[in-house]
């Protein structure tokens, strides 16, 4: 069992920052790779942006040059920075834990950009 709980979204103007933390608990060990995903309304989750136990990062072409993740102790936290943050950001993002035999996640936090 992998617990993921999220926190830092809320309501920001265009153009501001945010950063999201993903605090992990449970069987870490096991974890390959995690990552931050969202989901606007009426849309298909997507990926933001994951890590892998290396350390390599992968990022969605709509949030390259703004997004940033990283961590904190391998899996202890995993934190993604958002800088120049756009009214289409807005969504739930959800952290997520992928192991060998499945994924686990988050209950998801707030992300609202006001143009």
């Known amino acids: 069992q992998v617990q993921l709980v999220e926190s830092g979204g809320g309501l920001v103007q265009a153009g501001g920052s945010l950063r999201l933390s993903c605090k992990t608990s449970g069987s870490t060990f096991t974890v390959n790779t995690m990552g931050w995903y969202r989901q606007a309304p009426g849309k298909q989750r997507e990926l933001v942006a994951d890590?892998?136990?290396?350390?390599?990062?992968n990022y969605a072409d709509s949030v390259k040059g703004r997004f940033t993740i990283s961590r904190v102790n391998t899996w202890n936290t995993v934190t993604l920075q958002m800088n120049s943050l756009k009214p289409e950001d807005t969504a739930v993002y959800y952290c997520?834990?992928?192991?060998?035999?499945?994924?686990?996640w988050g209950q998801g936090t707030q992300v609202t950009v006001s143009s």
């Open positions: 890590i892998s136990r290396v350390g390599s990062t």
């Open positions: 997520n834990a992928k192991t060998p035999l499945r994924g686990y």
